[in-house]
């Protein structure tokens, strides 16, 4: 009844029109879909990407066979024989987009084979709670030239009595965000998440969604909180962070995010040092830990030896989740259930280069996320805050 009797792998379209892998995995009752997302702002320690139609290509001819016939229930033999089948540390050889779809699409169809919903499937009866939105209203740096230099400013609506009604309090400021960037002459196209990525500078970005967060606030009666993803390693040079308008050394940055939490009462930031830099990150963290999430992206790429250094050296209190990163739905899993053993948050986030994929709402869902990272509008974006109102209906 779970058992695997056919599996399709083809190439897709992504949200940038970049090629992407998509998997089908079929048992005699149920079949599971999945694609793989990919990044822009990658950090160094992810897994690895191979070009989709010639990882395809060969992952029909040598992977494929050899998982005909096993149980879409054991998810972790499956994904164990992913890695075996690989053979290196970071999926290079089959493929880390090859290896997310088809770990995704396996979990996807045991669900629909035992007629589960896979946030129900994988949380079990404890999956009681949906997820916060959290998504990016103006953005910048690796997803939009001339706009911004810190990559993502983020709102999330602490005061949301649930996901559905925080979906639509996300939408309403970016949508008071537009217009108020029309009515100084500054409205601009989006960048690759849906954000605008207007030519202002990061302090008028942030008194912008400071302003549209009052006037919304005040329009729902819902609190809605500040936070930013830097992705500082694509600042960092080497020797310092450079901005478009100023130079900051290691120091004079962990003192510039310090004073950003207290004046935007910012209670999210996201790699706000470089990717190697977990004494940084501690120093920030324990300034600040107590009032704001110091969340590693790119610091943590889901892998838990990462997370494991974190937690020694008390780098963050919270960890992105990106299934991609690490490749496997058992890898997301233990770094997930790591990062909570060690008492820190965890954000379960899309990717800048998306598809129609719902599936990271479901994770979320089952594994206990504080937040659902993954844009405020566009098509790519709106599949999976559109799965997550749905999933709270069911919750
Ligand atoms: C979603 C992000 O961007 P990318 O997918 O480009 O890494 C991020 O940095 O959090
Ligand atoms: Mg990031």
Redesign the pocket.
Known sequence: MTTIEQIILRTILDSRGNETVEAEIYTDCGFGRAAAPS????GTYEAKVRPPREAVEDARKNLIPSLIGEDTRDQITFDALLRENDGTPDFSSIGANVAVALSLACAKAAAASLDLELFRYLGGTFAADTPLPLGNVIGGG??APNATSI??FLVVPTGACGATEGVFVNAAVHKTVKKMLQEQGKLSGKGD?GAWAPAVSDIEAFEIIGEAIDTVSDETNVEIRMGI?V?ASELWNGEQYRYKDAKRSREDQVAYMADLVDRYNLIYI??PLFEEDFEAFADLTEQVGDRCLICG?DLFVTNVERIMKGTETGAANCV?IKPNQIGTLTDTFEAIRLAQENGMETVM?????ETTDATIAHLATAFGCIFLKTGVVGGERIAKLNELIRIEELI
């Open positions: 990044g822009a702002s990658t690796a997803h990559q993502e998440e993803d992705a996201e790699d992206d992105l986030s899309h990717r800048s280069g």
